[in-house]
C-alpha cells in the first residue's frame, strides 16, 4: 500500500520540507505562488499556535502565517537533517 504524502501541517517547529505538489483550489494556488510556494522550494517550519491556529513558515527569505486547513493542502517531502542528542 503505497504511503500517503505528508502534508506541511505535519511539521514541528525546526523541520524542513520541500514542496512538492499544491492540491488547492485555483484562488488559493494563486495567492500561494504569489507568496513563493512552488514545487520544489524548501521550506521551514518556524513556529506553530496552539489549538490548530496558524502556522509560521519560511520560504526562502520570506516568512508567512498560514491557515492549518490551507497548510493540510500544500504536500512536502520531508528532509532529513542530522539528529541531535
Same mark, same amino acid.
Given at each position: 500500500?503505497?504511503?500517503?504524502?505528508?502534508?506541511? @501541517?505535519?511539521?514541528?517547529?525546526?523541520?524542513? @520540507?520541500?514542496?512538492?505538489?499544491?492540491?488547492?483550489?485555483?484562488?488559493?494556488? $494563486?495567492?500561494?505562488?504569489?507568496?513563493?510556494?512552488?514545487?520544489?522550494? $524548501?521550506?521551514?517550519?518556524?513556529?506553530?499556535?496552539?489549538?490548530?491556529?496558524?502556522?509560521?513558515?519560511?520560504?526562502?527569505?520570506? +516568512?508567512?502565517?498560514?491557515? $492549518?486547513?490551507? @497548510?493540510?493542502?500544500? +504536500?512536502?517531502?520531508?528532509?532529513?537533517?542530522? +539528529?541531535?542528542?
Amino acid at each position: 500500500m503505497p504511503k500517503p504524502y505528508p502534508h506541511l @501541517a505535519v511539521l514541528k517547529p525546526g523541520q524542513v @520540507a520541500i514542496i512538492s505538489k499544491l492540491n488547492t483550489s485555483h484562488g488559493l494556488h $494563486q495567492r500561494l505562488l504569489a507568496l513563493g510556494f512552488r514545487s520544489g522550494r $524548501q521550506i521551514t517550519m518556524l513556529r506553530r499556535s496552539w489549538f490548530s491556529g496558524p502556522l509560521h513558515v519560511r520560504i526562502g527569505t520570506t +516568512e508567512v502565517m498560514l491557515r $492549518q486547513r490551507d @497548510a493540510q493542502k500544500v +504536500e512536502i517531502t520531508p528532509l532529513v537533517t542530522g +539528529e541531535t542528542s
